[in-house]
């Protein structure tokens, strides 16, 4: 029986299982410089780890495809079918070449929302964005120059324009971005990839540093992004941003509006959004994995936004242990 008609609150702690088995496979791979080794490590852990658990998913946001880096399929069935009819959503790496390079705030993260609920786009791989935490909701607008984002972002939490911080994703296409922030008078952190951790380090009351997540980046990690955000009672917005004109024919054929300002209720609708991630190198928002003779350690974070509880999950995992365990088959370096 759920709460409420809710998709279940043990849900949320099978999620981060699921993480904690993909970041520990990954943790094998930091410094290797083998990005996709790391990803496939991690994602061989999520799908190992996601046959127990009790949902009936269907995977419709998968990162991967834009990097032809090894993906759980869009569409594939996931959960071992005994549970609510969910939409699943998965990076296993966000990060992979922060993974691979060593490099600290590489994270593992899955989404979980009722069937139909997240906002699906198979050809556009990038979106632009911009998210804020609780206390800026309702000071965003896409479409209004940076400058008077920036100041009703100040406004709302009652902080200086030379206080607040801005994560931008270090790329030649931020360039102009980036000027119209200096113009403004605000700070910027730059982060060189994993725009997830991003978007909700922005929207954490834990994390006062960090203000508000503008540019461009990667489709899937938005809707993963606005699931967390959901849970924060924090605030994004979205469009669509064509890389070419092959994806603009795309969207034509797809009857996508390109001027389309999606909201965070767009982005993932209802009230019922899970959101886990592990950290599998030690950043600002998570603790990466640390290995014991035979143990490993993991800091998670799980976020659900029917009750709008975040959790912390530190874990430590027998590894001698779980080889005995068929579930904790998932943990082990393949
Ligand atoms: C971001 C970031 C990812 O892709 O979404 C970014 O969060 C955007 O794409 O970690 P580009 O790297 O092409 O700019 C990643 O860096 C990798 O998927």
């Given at each position: 029986m759920t709460e409420n008609g809710?998709?279940?609150?043990?849900l949320a702690m099978e999620l981060v299982r699921v993480t904690e088995a993909a970041a520990i496979r990954a943790a094998r791979w930091v410094g290797s410089g083998d990005k996709n080794a790391a990803d496939a490590g991690a994602r061989d852990a999520v799908r190992d780890a996601l046959a127990f658990v009790d949902m009936d998913g269907v995977t419709v946001i998968s990162e991967g495809e834009k990097d032809q880096a090894p993906m759980i399929p869009v569409g594939s069935h996931v959960g071992n079918g005994n549970g609510p009819q969910v939409d699943f959503a998965v990076d296993p790496i966000d990060g992979t070449t922060l993974t691979a390079r060593g490099l600290p705030n590489a994270i593992s993260v899955v989404a979980v929302a009722e069937r139909g609920a997240m906002f699906t786009c198979a050809h556009i791989a990038y979106m632009e964005k911009i998210a804020v935490g609780p206390q800026a909701k309702g000071a965003i607008d896409i479409n209004a120059p940076v400058k008077d984002n920036l100041t009703r972002i100040a406004r709302f939490t009652e902080k200086n324009m030379e206080d607040l911080t801005v994560v931008i994703l270090d790329r030649p296409r931020h360039e102009s971005l980036m000027e119209e922030v200096r113009m403004a008078g605000a700070r910027i952190k730059l982060i060189s990839d994993g725009d997830v951790a991003g978007a909700v380090t922005a929207a954490m009351e834990e994390h006062p540093g960090v203000d508000v997540l503008m540019g461009i980046g990667g489709t899937p990690e938005a809707v993963l992004a606005a699931c967390a955000l959901k849970g924060l009672g924090g605030d994004m917005q979205a469009k669509l941003w064509p890389r070419n004109d092959e994806e603009r024919t795309a969207a034509a054929e797809d009857n996508l509006d390109l001027e389309r300002v999606l909201t965070l209720d767009d982005l993932v609708?209802?009230?019922d959004a899970y959101f886990a991630a592990t950290g599998i190198t030690s950043g600002e928002f998570l603790n990466g994995v640390s290995f014991g003779p035979n143990s490993a350690r993991t800091q998670s974070v799980m976020i659900r936004s029917r009750s709008g509880t975040l959790r912390f999950i530190e874990t430590r995992h027998n590894i001698g242990l779980k080889r005995q365990l068929p579930m904790g088959q998932a943990y082990l370096p393949g």
């Open positions: 809710s998709l279940g609150r043990n609708q209802g009230d």
